[in-house]
């Protein structure tokens, strides 16, 4: 018991090697790594632990990047190599397949259902802030869909960038502002100049007259059509009218 003690005693007098504490805290979840990532947008800092990636952000420093997850995560955050694995998943994500996990801890429920709904919008394609609202039960929070999305916290990996104005028109961007988002969704393959000669028509979707299905106008299964078979729709109502009902692969009714 005395040899216990004593064997006690000088482990409580030696030091822990330096980052041990940090790397326990990182281990169990609470606390991030974080590194700078090459990616196809340039630049990207990106945080994670061992529930997925929790931040991402171009930023033009790395304590500017520290000063925004300590405001907005609020967690510890630390150093560490840009791990090869998961520049393979951001490389992954931003080509379109889906392989990343994310930490969305100290978001609330309805924040959380809005980016995994965000989530599930194909690359290339983009939909209204109404249709996150409609999808996650929640049809009159469009503001409160938009302040999330504001907010998130992992953009271009949750593309919050494919949402848009419920009248069509791109709106704005927190990953960089609209015209960061125009660019991200072109190198996307998206029409944007296009997308916004139809909202200033005031058009919303697209019909097909061969299938009697409408669309969003960005939907891969629409733009399979031929030109001569495609007829332009401004809401619902019209669509239903003229005998077109609604795509289940982009679901843009109520």
């Given at each position: 018991m005395t040899a216990l003690l004593t064997d006690l005693k000088r482990l409580g007098s030696m030091k822990a090697p330096d980052g041990f504490a940090e790397r326990v805290l990182v281990e169990v979840g609470m606390a991030d790594s974080y590194a700078v990532f090459e990616t196809v947008l340039g630049e990207v800092y990106v945080a994670w632990n061992r529930f997925g990636v929790s931040a991402a952000a171009r930023c033009a420093s790395?304590?500017?990047?520290?000063?925004?997850?300590?405001r907005e995560v609020g967690r510890p955050l630390t150093p560490a190599p840009a791990a090869a694995e998961l520049a393979a998943k951001i490389e992954d994500e931003l080509s379109g397949k889906r392989t990343m996990r994310f930490d969305l801890r100290g978001l609330t429920e309805?924040?959380?259902?809005?980016?995994?709904?965000?989530?599930?919008i194909p690359r290339g394609e983009v939909r209204p802030y109404g249709w996150v609202a409609k999808e996650i039960r929640r049809p009159a929070a469009v503001r409160a869909v938009g302040t999330a999305l504001a907010n998130n916290p992992i953009p271009?990996?949750?593309?919050?960038?494919?949402?848009?104005?419920?009248d069509g028109h791109i709106g704005n961007y927190g990953g960089g502002g609209?015209?960061?988002k125009k660019a991200i969704l072109t190198m996307e393959g998206v029409r944007v100049n296009r997308l916004q000669e139809l909202a200033r028509g005031g058009v919303r979707y697209?019909?097909?007259?061969?299938?009697?299905?409408?669309?969003y106008p960005t939907c891969h299964a629409a733009q399979r059509a031929l030109e001569k078979?495609?007829?332009?729709l401004h809401d619902e109502k019209s669509a239903r009218a003229a005998g077109f009902r609604p795509c289940k692969v982009c679901r843009p009714a109520a």
């Open positions: 790395a304590s500017e990047f520290e000063t925004m997850f300590k309805f924040e959380q259902a809005v980016l995994r709904k965000t989530y599930e271009y990996f949750i593309p919050c960038h494919r949402v848009v104005r419920t609209p015209e960061a697209q019909g097909v007259k061969t299938t009697k299905i409408y669309c078979n495609v007829v332009w």
